[in-house]
């Protein structure tokens, strides 16, 4: 059994730019996600641009986290490339985790749902180093934020793997951010 997941592993070999690319675009996409997400939240409790202003202020300047603190431009503009740099690196991660893990290449659900896993366990890190950053915003909508994050990187890694164009990858993405909104 050993050898013959040793040899899974060794066929499955995309190219390095295959699989920085299915970094990027994952990364991007999930951050992405997550932003319009929280910019449609916002904005139909009639503050948009509050929770990435709110994370920015509280995690860049040390605030203390407060659902009234005012929108920020330049903290909703920082936080932004540093989400954006945290979701390309996880992307990353996922990458490579699903080159040498096979079963993640089997499953249509294993990778989203170990990103989900590896989310929401950086959620209760976040929730341990500032208290109550994550009450502010609402726990309810992190997890969902989470759990679009993973499935849209999950997805696009997966497909970008196994040399989908680019036109299918867009479609992909398209479809599951319909299936949120």
């Known amino acids: 059994m050993y050898q013959h997941a040793v040899a ?6 995309p190219s390095r730019d295959r699989a920085v690319f299915a970094a990027l675009l994952s990364g991007a996409y999930a951050s992405a996600g997550v932003a319009l997400l929280f910019l449609a939240l916002d ?10 202003s709110l994370l920015g202020s509280t995690i860049l300047l040390g605030m203390q986290p407060a659902a009234d603190l005012p929108v920020r431009l330049d903290m909703v503009a920082l936080y932004s490339l540093v989400h954006l740099a945290a979701f390309v690196a996880l992307g ?3 990458t490579v985790a699903t080159i040498r893990f096979a ?12 990103l989900f896993g590896v989310l929401a366990v950086g959620e209760l890190l976040v ?3 500032l208290p109550g950053l994550v009450d502010a915003i609402g726990l309810g909508r992190v997890t969902l934020a989470n759990a679009a994050a993973a499935w849209i990187m999950g997805r696009i890694v997966r497909e970008a ?3 989908k164009d680019m036109l299918s990858l867009i479609d992909a993405v398209s479809r599951v951010t319909g299936s949120i909104s």
Do not use: H, M, N, V
Not at 8 to 13: G, L, N, P, V
Not at 103 to 114: K, Y
């Open 103 to 114: 079963a993640l290449r089997r499953s249509a659900i294993g990778l989203p749902l170990l």
């Open 8 to 13: 899974c592993s060794q066929a499955f070999k």
């Open 161 to 163: 793997l196994e040399g």
């Open 127 to 129: 929730s341990a180093a």
């Open 92 to 94: 990353a991660a996922a």
């Open 43 to 52: 904005a139909f409790r009639g503050d948009p641009f509050l929770t990435p």
